[in-house]
């Protein structure tokens, strides 16, 4: 039953299993942070983390920290940490350079893979995986298809049977759709396609089965809704099968196999290492280990349960003021987020930023969609309530109509 008054909002926060994570974050007063799908909340750990690192490990230790404090392999104790949320085992997954990055590394993996040479991408999908996907094609001469993926079309075109590797967002970015990861995994298996899925909107957000649905490889960002802080590494998941035979592009000296021998050649590291390239930004590091920290606390089947109750809530609020949304309907095709459309041309930008004016924190997405991410650990079912009445206020009232509401940033 989805709550039908700000009291009933209150009970279910009262009784909220999840509701101690609130505390070990900081958020602003009046704020309602409707952005960690963008840029995850500080948890309360971090600054202490982050400064005795820089304090203790690099002002008082020194080189020795590499051994000491094991900085030299953050990217697989990192990486084990985020193994649990993406279904993944702890030696699947390494932590390392940007999610952009990591999608080129595995994108050339998969196509070196395959004798043949079309990477398929979806239309619609994160501009970055569109550009990379362009990039890794043009350096192995392979060619990119792109696919509506809502309809017939991805089975059609995989049937064609000339697709190396198909590259997916498993929640995508502006609509909040959660694909079906065993189903796409296995249809592409049969024709023959290795899948790289792009995490960026699951991890922390969805419980995702990389094992159990089979994947070849997958990448996500840290700095959404796990909450590591702006600009944080990204993960890269390779399965173990694809070990052995996996040839990345970047071939540096942290993936290679003895580095301390300082030998001429290159020869890959055995595992998951050998997708790492060079060395790490360990400051930000510090940062993304004190938010896992926080996450290996957490129950995702909770998450998932508030999150869906969330957006059921938001959804539910924003049909009664008539605002119509892209996000799916039905629980098992819909992440974290929810995505409504401009009630007329024009509107969205400043319908959010005269949200944001009022404390609650949104964002809009070219040409016409105004997103808003929820993130259980730290969001209580009164603050979805309060965002929805600001919205309903917001359109009702024409506020949005003021000319300063109009003015747009560098960044939307
Ligand atoms: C946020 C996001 C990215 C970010 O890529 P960066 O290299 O970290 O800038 C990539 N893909 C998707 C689908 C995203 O949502």
Not at 103 to 115: N, P
Not at 317 to 346: C, D, F, K, N, Y
């Amino acid at each position: 039953m989805t709550p039908a008054t700000r009291a009933d909002c209150a009970a279910l926060d009262a009784a909220d299993p999840l509701a101690p994570f609130r505390e070990e974050f900081v958020l602003p007063e009046g704020v309602v942070y409707l952005d960690g799908n963008s840029l995850g909340a500080l948890p309360r750990s971090t600054p202490g983390r982050v400064a005795d690192m820089i304090e203790r490990e690099w002002g008082r230790d020194l080189i020795r920290s590499w051994n000491d404090a094991g900085w030299w392999d953050k990217p697989r104790t990192l990486g084990a940490k985020i193994a649990p949320l993406v279904g993944a085992a702890a030696d699947e997954v390494v932590v390392g350079d940007g999610t952009s990055a990591n999608l080129f590394k595995t994108l050339v993996t998969a196509l070196r893979m395959s004798d043949r040479s079309v990477v398929l991408g979806e239309a619609g999908n994160f501009p970055t995986d569109l550009y990379v996907a362009e990039g890794a094609a043009s350096l192995t001469g392979a060619t990119q298809r792109r696919v509506d993926l809502d309809g017939p079309e991805l089975a059609r075109d995989l049937e064609r049977g000339d697709v190396a590797v198909l590259l997916l967002s498993h929640v995508d970015y502006r609509s909040g759709t959660l694909r079906d990861m065993p189903g796409i995994t296995r249809l592409a298996h049969e024709h023959g396609a290795l899948v790289v899925w792009d995490l960026c909107h699951s991890a922390g957000a969805v419980p995702v089965d990389l094992s159990g649905s089979g994947a070849d490889f997958a990448v996500g960002c840290t700095y959404k809704y796990l909450n590591a802080g702006p600009g944080a590494p990204a993960f890269l998941y390779a399965a173990r099968r694809h070990h052995a035979v996996a040839d990345q592009p970047l071939s540096g000296w942290h993936g290679h196999a003895r580095p301390f021998d300082f030998t001429a050649g290159y020869e890959p590291a055995e595992g998951v290492s050998r997708f790492l390239s060079g060395s790490q930004p360990l400051v930000a590091d510090a940062a993304l280990e004190a938010s896992l920290d926080v996450w290996a606390r957490a129950d995702m089947g909770l998450v998932r349960a508030k999150s869906l109750a969330m957006t059921d809530l938001f959804l539910e609020r924003a049909a009664r003021a008539g605002i119509s949304s892209i996000t799916p309907a039905e629980h098992a095709r819909r992440g974290s987020q929810v995505a409504l459309v401009q009630p007329e041309e024009g509107s969205g930008y400043p319908i959010v930023q005269a949200l944001i004016a009022r404390g609650v924190i949104g964002d809009f997405r070219a040409p016409d969609v105004m997103r808003f991410g929820f993130t259980p650990l730290y969001l209580r079912y009164v603050d979805v309530w309060d965002a929805a009445q600001a919205l309903l206020e917001v359109v009702e009232t024409g506020e949005w109509r003021q000319e300063r509401f109009s003015r747009r940033g560098r960044v939307t």
